[in-house]
T-cell receptor, first 118, second 115 residues
Framework: AQTVTQSQPEMSVQEAETVTLSCTYD???????LFWYKQPPSRQMILVIR??????QNATENRFSVNFQKAAKSFSLKISDSQLGDAAMYFC???????????????FGQGTILTVHP | DTGVSQDPRHKITKRGQNVTFRCDPI?????LYWYRQTLGQGPEFLTY????????KSRLLSDRFSAERPKGSFSTLEIQRTEQGDSAMYLC?????????????FGQGTRLTVV
């Protein structure tokens, strides 16, 4: 079984500042993908960033970057230069697989509500 | 292709009635997921299909819930004899199992209210 845990129910940040959202996971697999999804209020879930477990280099997408610590089973999301539009619920998720192939179900954490103050 | 489409967007039903939701995935995606999400919580896995085969169903899912994906295209999720506890957002997502990056694309969801 695989589990994903987000221990921060809520976080807040000032506009233009940096915030880090935490995620830990547990899986017996060595190959898997990790994702951060964003769900704005009353809007659909969209992908923010992905990481393949076999890649040591941390993924980066513009203002979003991750700190992937495979041994510690930790996958945190850093949002730099926060914007009002970043306010949303953020979910960490995991699925088994590698090299463009995935297996089984996509498992989500409980989510972290991010508030951005102007 | 405009993405994952779910219908209806909202459904209000009386307790005890049956409801059916539809999901149309992205056309080249062979994998389709159903999740349930209550306010302020993460998506709870219900079931998933690869092509037309239902590969896994949550043990938390009662016998009142059934899903189908005939011909590996659209999928339906039926809830029989609805209860107030079934009130939630029902999310559908689709992905490729091969040749992609395993990312799941989500629909806008169907919000069910049981009164």
């Amino acid at each position: 079984a695989q589990t994903v845990t987000q221990s921060q129910p809520e976080m807040s940040v000032q506009e233009a500042e940096t915030v880090t959202l935490s995620c830990t996971y547990d899986t017996s697999e060595s190959d898997y993908y990790l994702f951060w999804y964003k769900q704005p209020p009353s809007r659909q879930m969209i992908l923010v960033i992905r990481q393949e477990a076999y890649k040591q280099q941390n993924a980066t997408e513009n203002r979003f970057s991750v700190n992937f610590q495979k041994a510690a089973k930790s996958f945190s999301l850093k949002i730099s230069d926060s914007q009002l539009g970043d306010a949303a619920m953020y979910f960490c998720a995991l699925i088994r697989g590698a090299g463009g192939t995935s297996y089984g179900k996509l498992t989500f954490g409980q989510g972290t509500i991010l508030t951005v103050h102007p | 292709d405009t993405g994952v489409s779910q219908d209806p967007r909202h459904k209000i039903t009386k307790r005890g009635q049956n409801v059916t939701f539809r999901c149309d995935p992205i056309s080249e995606h062979n994998r389709l997921y159903w999740y349930r999400q209550t306010l302020g919580q993460g998506p709870e896995f219900l079931t998933y299909f690869q092509n037309e085969a239902q590969l896994e169903k949550s043990r938390l899912l009662s016998d009142r819930f059934s899903a189908e994906r005939p011909k590996g295209s659209f999928s339906t999720l039926e809830i029989q004899r609805t209860e107030q506890g079934d009130s939630a957002m029902y999310l559908c997502a689709s992905s490729r199992s091969r040749g992609g990056v395993a990312e799941a694309f989500f629909g806008q969801g169907t919000r069910l209210t049981v009164v």
